[in-house]
């Protein structure tokens, strides 16, 4: 059973390798599509937008590259306990959503700049981002109720949480 914990650490570890790699070449992509939009036409606004939203995208992926390696390779945490998922979880959503707000932004620039009747299909965007902040609250609610029932797990999180760092 040991050694498939090791091969579980070694595929994780190849995940989040492969998570980082893609931020850093989406983030070398967005620096060359702002070099772009500066040196051909300053006056390129969606460029420089465009090159906002790949940013984003590239947070996402490092942000997933650094949980997996913090959660499953370094701790080797076990997601049933309620604490471990509220965290695990809270962390990944937090990225989505702020990575989906930059996202509804440059839509909605962009939008505005070529074609305002297609406003709807942003918005459908920053709809999508305000229900998973409702869902990600109700599920936070929820779950506290079961952390009360197991007190132990979010000290032992705690402890864990200061031997990381």
Known sequence: MVWLMRLFAVVYSAISFFFAAAAVILVFRAVATLWHAVTQSPTQVSQ????????????VALE???TV????????????AP???RRYL???????????????????VRFLEADPRLLWNASSIGVATAALVAAWGVF???NRAAEDVEPEAMAHAKR?????Q
């Open 83 to 85: 604490t471990r998922v």
């Open 160 to 164: 864990e949480d200061a031997n990381v």
């Open 48 to 59: 420089v937008i465009e090159s906002i939203g790949i940013l984003a995208i590239a947070l």
């Open 140 to 142: 936070i609610r929820l």
């Open 90 to 108: 809270s962390r990944f959503f937090v990225v989505v959503v702020v990575a989906l707000s930059i996202k509804y932004l440059v839509a909605v």
């Open 64 to 66: 997933i590259a650094q």
């Open 69 to 80: 390696m913090e959660e499953e390779v370094v701790r080797r945490s076990q997601v049933s």
